[in-house]
Nanobody, 125 residues
Framework: QMHLEESGGDSVQAGGSLNLSCIIS???????IGWFRQLPRKDREGVAT???????KYADSVKGRFTISRDLTKNTLYLQMNSLKPEDTAMYYC????????????????????WGQGTQVTVSS
């Protein structure tokens, strides 16, 4: 059974930075891993996904500001978020999926096979 646990969420001013972490237990090395976010009463949306080999995909809204990375030795996924905007405010979740297309997965979060419990990011103007 795979378990994912996010951390690093906080309240920051616009223009600030945060680094989210997701520790993954279980056989995660063969899975794609990604970050998704959700606002209240909104659908969950893809933020960034990364393949086993490390190829990342980003949503247009975060390109150039967010960086996804994974450390297989530590079974940890990261999301470095810079130049944060109020519209980045959301609950951020990490998720895993076994194979497929990274960009398609971002557009279809319901394909995710395992979720963490989420970490809240709040950006004030």
């Amino acid at each position: 059974q795979m378990h994912l646990e996010e951390s690093g969420g906080d309240s920051v001013q616009a223009g600030g930075s945060l680094n989210l972490s997701c520790i993954i237990s279980g056989h995660s090395s063969v899975y794609y891993i990604g970050w998704f976010r959700q606002l209240p009463r909104k659908d969950r949306e893809g933020v960034a996904t990364i393949s086993i080999g490390g190829t990342p995909k980003y949503a247009d809204s975060v390109k150039g500001r967010f960086t996804i990375s994974r450390d297989l030795t530590k079974n940890t996924l990261y999301l470095q978020m810079n130049s944060l905007k109020p519209e980045d405010t959301a609950m951020y979740y990490c998720g895993t999926k076994r194979g497929g297309d990274l960009m398609a997965w971002m557009l279809n979060p319901w394909e995710t096979q395992n979720w963490g419990q989420g970490t809240q990011v709040t950006v004030s103007s």
